[in-house]
Every structure is written in C-alpha cells, then in structure tokens.
C-alpha cells in the first residue's frame, strides 16, 4: 500500500524585531507568509489527501488554514510536529551580534554535535517520525498533509535518508512554503521528493 506523507514548512512569520522565537507565542505570518500558505494549497489543491496534522504554533495553524480549505479537511493539532526547543528563544542570534557576543551564553555552544543549546537532533527525529507515521497510518493509501518547521522537518528527512543529523544549517533544504513529501510502501521509505511553492528563502533568516 503506498501513502504519501507531505512535510509542509510553515510561511514567513512577521518578525520585525528578528529574534529567534522558537516556540514563543504571538508569532504568526506575515503578509509574505500568507501568499506562501496560499500557494501551497494551490499546490496540494489536486493531491488525494485524506489527513492534516499542524503542529501547534500559530505561524504552522495560520499556513494550514488555506491547505485546510482548499482539501475540504478539518486541521488535527499534532504535538510532536512542533519546532525545536531552544535555549536562545526570544534573543538575537545573528553572527556577531546579540546574545553570540555575550560569554554568560557560550557554555550553550560546547557540542553543535547534541546540540547543546536545545533540542537534542536524535530527540528530534524520534517525535517527527512518529508525527510522519502517525499521518501515514491515518491516510493509509492516500496522502496527508503535515505542517511543521525547518528544523524538525530536514532532520526527519536526514534521519530517513540514513545521513547523520548535525549539519550546516546553511545547507538545509527547506524554504519557507516548501513541501518535503515521504513515499511509504507500507511502512517501508520508498521516495523523498521536494517542492517550493512558496518560492526559495535564505535557511539562515532571522524570523523566517
């Protein structure tokens, strides 16, 4: 039986401060994000799903909405498809600038491996596989849609691609509005195809 699962990255988030904001609430698109969210469900509009989980933050809600409308599906809030926790939430993060300078904060950046200033990658990719067969068994056959962040998104995929999780975050491919699908004969991996309705966007953005 082949199923279809859909990795969506939520739109451009409205960020005029440009911190890094991880899980804190309040951050929702921006006007950009939304023409991205609405691009991606003209993309799945003509797909055979039978499933949406969002992950629980509201930029990943607010791209779902137009996706939700366009398949004729009600959202399910899904958990583990939300981002990645992290200890510099709410600060600037940018090279050579904010929080990077400050010494208080560098015993956070001893092992980029772990990582040690979050959510440990192996950790990661456990939740978001779960996530990814949790939406396979529910749209068995068919499609499913899931909307969720970069991070967690592109370690799935290279935990699924048998690569090792650390990596540069300069090389990921995941653009903002991008869709990362997962072909499933059963439960085996069979394909891993990517898409970019939304268009290109820079991985390294601050608020993106």
């Known amino acids: 039986m082949r199923t279809t699962v859909h990795l969506v990255r939520h739109g451009e988030v409205h960020n005029p401060e440009k911190i890094l904001y991880g899980r804190l609430p309040g951050y929702g698109l921006s006007d950009t994000g939304r023409e991205q969210a609405k691009r991606v469900a003209l993309h799945l509009a003509g797909a055979d799903v039978t499933a949406l989980f969002v992950s629980p933050m509201q930029r990943a809600q607010e791209t779902a909405e137009p996706v939700a409308a366009a398949l004729g599906l009600e959202p399910v809030t899904e958990d583990r498809l939300i981002e990645a926790a992290n200890a510099f939430e709410g600060k600037h993060v940018s ?3 904010g929080a990077l300078r400050q010494p208080e904060f560098w015993p956070l ?3 980029p491996f772990r990582p040690s200033w979050g959510e440990p990658y192996l950790e990661i990719a456990h939740r978001m596989l779960g996530a990814a067969h949790r939406a396979r068994a529910a749209a068995a056959g068919h499609e499913a849609v899931c909307v969720s962040h ?9 935990f699924l691609a048998g690569q090792r999780l650390w990596h540069n975050p300069t090389h ?3 653009s903002l509005g991008s869709v990362t699908s997962f072909v499933f004969d059963d439960e085996s991996l069979v394909d891993i195809a990517y898409a970019e309705p939304g268009g290109t966007s820079d991985p390294t953005a601050t608020g993106a």
């Open 95 to 97: 090279v050579g600038d």
């Open 109 to 111: 950046l001893r092992n």
């Open 150 to 158: 970069q991070l967690p998104i592109w370690t799935l995929r290279r």
């Open 172 to 174: 990921r491919q995941c």
